[in-house]
């Protein structure tokens, strides 16, 4: 029987096809009235460029299409049971559905614009509900300081980067690339797609923290650890080191207890070791998930910021064959690599056009708002700018930053994890605790920070051993210096005492 999906929803809020939300999808190039044509009382103040110029398009095209699409349809009925995709959760396919009843009519107008000059026999959109008539007046006002390059969309661009960065074997397409405000948000609307709450999704410990809040928050997903601890056994050659091993293990256990696992995510940079997994390595990984029919979620929002030439970093999307590509689907951001986490912005690339469709549908909660895609989409564009200037001396800093860290904590014997890639160094402070507790490390913390330095504890990265900590030593020298002399032998004592 097939069951009918009667929404309440007006048909303004679905997404657009199978790209994102039409004001998320991309910096709209929709033409734009000059000037002379617009209902303007009076004329425009004088601006540094010329009106009418390619500038002044390239400006006024960020703004435009800012509103949603007004169906006539108000009210929409979806059948579930023919839309139903095997690789979502129930709510995913709710989220994947949400798409359709504008898709056909958007599709038509993108593909068809008028324009008066190039298309005069193009689709006119009286469908959307903006005022066109005074993007004159707003685009020069909120972008007075932007330059303009030859605009091209900001999915296209991405794809273009991913290709060339990742070393992916055939270029990668467009449409396969979401974009929303940062991993954090993509972990989440990932979560809410692929797993019902209640359902979980496997991960190593130690991890970066924050992913356990952006998968429960709105998705109520919880995560399954397979933890790794720093001794060195039989297969365990480095400490910490992720094995299929250790992931069967962690399936099995949740499983035992009835707990439905989803996926697998996997961080690449690793955050907080700054292991970079080898080709084989990940291929096991990647082995181990289709075994289980388990989806996975790569990050790899360190990927640009491995800081030593011997160090050599896979993408995913760089493997000549994906064991399961339609459960593959790659993450990354500029926050880290590009030094500006203030900036919103994460992309996932993914071939499961179900999975896209459902994360599109979240994007309209997520976006990244017009004149941000366009500075993001040139900055993505300036391969020259990234690979001459700006990669070359990020990549001297870390290493000189690295090197001067990991050189005092030689110097005063603490051991760590010798990496080279991300900002932090995982430390190991466990000869400090007396008892080996996580009670002992929260003090110790709670001691750096009464010396006026702020570390992260391994606890809050479900280290499963009491005393590691991480330090981001991606800083200025004289605020390392200053945050070193607090630790640890001049507050600790050897042997330390709590
Ligand atoms: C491994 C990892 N993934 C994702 C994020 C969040 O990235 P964004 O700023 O794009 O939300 C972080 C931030 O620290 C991170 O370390």
Redesign the pocket.
Known sequence: MVESYHHQFAASTLPFGHSQHPELMEIKCEEVDSDERCLTPEPPPPMSYQQGSPDEHELERAFLDRAQNDSPISRVEIPIETSKSPYLSARGNVANIFRGSTEEGYKAYHADKYDEDKNPNGIINFGTSENKLCFDLMSKRVSWHLHYCVFLSLREEVARFLTYYCKAPAPLKAENVIVL???????SALATVLCDPGEAILIATP??G??TQ?VFLYGNVKLVYAYLDSKITGTNTRPFQLTVDKLEKALQDARAEGIAVKALIL?NP??PLGDIYSLAELRDYLDFAKRHELHVVV?E??MLSVFDESAIFHSVLGMDRLPDPLRTHV?W????DFAV?GI???TLYTENQDVANAVASLCYFHGVCGPVQHKIAQLLRDRDWINQVYLRANHARLKAAHTYVTDELKTLGVPFLNRNA?FFVWIDFRKYLRTGTFEEEMLLWRRFLSNKVLLSCGKAFECSEPGWFRIIFADKTHRLQLGEQCFPSPIFPQPFQL
């Open positions: 405000n940062g991993c954090g948000s993509l972990f991890f970066y924050g992913v952006s961080l690793q955050n990050d929002i360190y993450m951001g500029i926050s880290k986490s919103r912005f994460g991300g």
